[in-house]
């Protein structure tokens, strides 16, 4: 026993609870995993940029020549017939495109009324330059798909550049 007047004596220092070994490699794994985890969201978040990245070169409107765009907009109005595709390539006054329209309707009604498909393809695009007006000229060709009929007319497209090169009118030249 102790003197009432002394100071109080620390209670004999006794082991705690003894920690498991399996309880501190736990909660290493789960770290680890962590990490990994968080690394693995990192780099797909990262890939995904570089895929968005790449996919948007890829399907960029190439307007800074106007044979390209020329092309384009010859494979959107005969081969695909999108009007909305086609937008992406004609000036924004409002293209004149009139002639070229019954060129393709005629088409169009061939296909529906002998029931046969109609190929459009057209040679080389030749730019040219007249009086400050830039001109794509070259020469269409219609064929029946079994190749028993052809046939090529000469158009030229007037283009503007207008943040990029785009088709503001098209005549079928004689």
Do not use: H
């Not at 309880?23 to 780099?43: C, D, E, P, T, Y």
């Not at 907009?73 to 999108?82: G, H, K, S, T």
Request: hydrophobic letters at 35%; a neutral charge.
């Amino acid at each position: 026993m102790q003197p009432p007047n002394s100071p109080p004596q620390p209670a004999p220092s006794q082991p705690g609870p003894a920690r498991p070994q399996g309880k501190s490699r736990n909660r290493r794994l789960r770290l680890f995993l962590a990490m990994g985890a968080g690394i693995l969201a990192l780099l797909c978040l990262g890939g995904v940029g570089v895929f968005i990245s790449f996919y948007d070169e890829a399907t960029k409107i190439e307007r800074s020549k106007p044979d390209a765009v020329a092309d384009q907009f010859l494979r959107a109005y005969l081969v695909n017939r999108d009007d909305k595709e086609v937008s992406l390539f004609t000036c924004k006054a409002g293209p004149e495109l009139s002639e070229l329209n019954a060129f393709r309707t005629d088409i169009e009604s061939r296909e529906d009324r002998f029931t046969i498909a109609i190929r459009v393809d057209w040679t080389s695009l030749k730019i040219t330059n007249e009086g400050g007006s830039t001109m794509v000229t070259t020469d269409v060709r219609r064929m029946i798909a079994d190749g028993s009929e052809r046939t090529t007319d000469t158009w030229q497209l007037a283009m503007v550049d207008e943040d990029g090169w785009r088709v503001c009118g098209a005549t079928q030249l004689p």
